[in-house]
C-alpha cells in the first residue's frame, strides 16, 4: 500500500517528536541519545541543504517569469500593489494582536531582569540603530547578481529578478528565448524538488527529534507564561485570523486551504527557515493550491523574505515582555514605535532560524529597552521559531491567493 506524502510527512513529524523527547528523556549523556541526535542532525543537514541547494535557481527563475508572465504593464502594478498591501496589512494585523496580548496577560509582570542576570553576561548586544538598520537594508537591496547568487542572498536576488522580469516585459518578443529558457529551468527546479520532497519525512523526522531532545526544557518552564503567550497568540493568528482573512477575500474554506498547504506548513515548522521552506511552498501554492504561476511565482518568493507575521507577533509582544522584566512601563507611544519598528524589523529579517533575534536588537533600543534582553530569549528561541515560521509561511500562501483573487476581480471589472 502507497502512503500518501502528506501522511508520510505527518507520520514523520509525530516520530520526530516521539524520538526527541525519548531522546531528552534519557539525559543528554546517554549513548543512545548522543549517537541519536548525531544522526539526526546529519540527516535534517542533508534535507535542509538540498533544499539550499535548489532554492537560488528556483527564487531566481520563479521570480522573473513570474513578472514576466504577469505580461501586461498595469496587471503588474496592480499585482504588486495588493501584494504590498496584503502584506503590510497581515503584517500589521499580527503586530496588533502581539501587541493586544502582551498587554493583556502582562508576561515577565513580577519577574525581574536581574535573576536573568547570568544569562546576560558575556553576551554583548550589537548595536544596531533605526537609522543603520535602515541604511544596511536599502544598501543591502541592490548587489551584483552573481555576487547575491554564489552567496544565496535571497533578498537581492529578488531585486534583481524582478528587475530582470519588468524588462522580459517590457522588452516582449525580442528576448522571447531568454524566457522560454528560464520558463524550462523553473520547470526543471520544481522537478527537483518533486524529488527532495520524498526525503521530507525523514528530513523532518531527523529535525524535530534533534530540536526537542537537545532544549533546555527547565528553562522552558522558567519562561512558561511567556512561551504560552507567544504560541497562543502566534497559533490565534495562524488558525483564525489568517483563515478569516483567506474566506472573506476568496471564500475558500479553512479546510481546502490547510489541506493543500500542510507539507510547507509543516516544512516550515521544522525547518524554522522561510526561505529553506520556500521550495516546498510554492509547491504548495501551484499545484495544490492552484494559484497561476504568475502570481505564485511572484508573490511566494517576495513574501518569504518580506512577509512575516509571526516575526512581527513576537518581536511585538517580547519587546513588551522585556520591558516588563526591565519594570519599565510603555506608553502608548512608546507601543505606536514599538509597532513601526517592529513591522520594519520583520521586514528586514532574512527567512532563516532565529533571523528574528538579530532584528529585535533594534525594536529593543528603539525604545530604550536593554539590548542585552536577547540573552534571555536567545536559548528559547529555536522553539518558538518553529511556530512562527509556520505562520510566516502560511501568510505568504494567504497573500498568493487573496492576490489572485483581488487582480483577478479588478481585470474583470
Ligand atoms: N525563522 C524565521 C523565518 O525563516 C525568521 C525569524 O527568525 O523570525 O521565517
Known sequence: MKIALNTQIFLGAAVGIALGLG???????????RHGTYICGLLGNLFIDLLKMVLVPLVFTS???????????????????????FFILSMALAIVLGLSAANLFEPGKGLSLDLFSNAAQGFAAKQMSFAEFIASFLHGLFVNPFAALAQANVLAIVVFALLLGIALV?????YRNILLLMQEGLELMLRLVGWIMHLAPLGIMALLAKLLATQDTALLSSLAEFVAVIVGTTLLHG?????????????????KFFRGSREALVTAFATSSSSATLPVTLRCVEQHLHVKPGIAGFVVPLGATVNMDGTALYEASAALFVANLAGIELDLAQQLIVFFTTMVAAIGAPGIPSAG?????????????????????????????TVRTMVNV????????????????????
Do not use: C, Y
Not at 80 to 85: A, F, I, K, Q, V
Open 63 to 85: 521570480i522573473s517569469v513570474g513578472v514576466a508572465n504577469l505580461r501586461l504593464h498595469s496587471q503588474l502594478h496592480r499585482v504588486w500593489l495588493t501584494t504590498l498591501g
Open 23 to 33: 531522546f531528552a528523556k534519557l539525559g543528554a549523556d546517554a549513548e543512545a541519545t
Open 239 to 255: 488558525f483564525v485570523v489568517l483563515p478569516l482573512l483567506l474566506f472573506l477575500v476568496t471564500g475558500m474554506s479553512p479546510l
Open 357 to 385: 533575534m538579530v532584528t529585535m536588537v533594534m525594536v529593543l533600543q528603539s525604545v530604550g529597552l536593554p539590548a542585552e534582553a536577547i540573552a534571555i530569549l536567545l536559548p528559547i528561541d529555536r522553539v518558538l521559531d
Open 394 to 413: 502560511e501568510g505568504d500562501m494567504v497573500g498568493s491567493l487573496v492576490v489572485q483573487r483581488l487582480t483577478e476581480r479588478q481585470s474583470d471589472a
Open 170 to 174: 517590457v522588452g516582449g518578443d525580442r
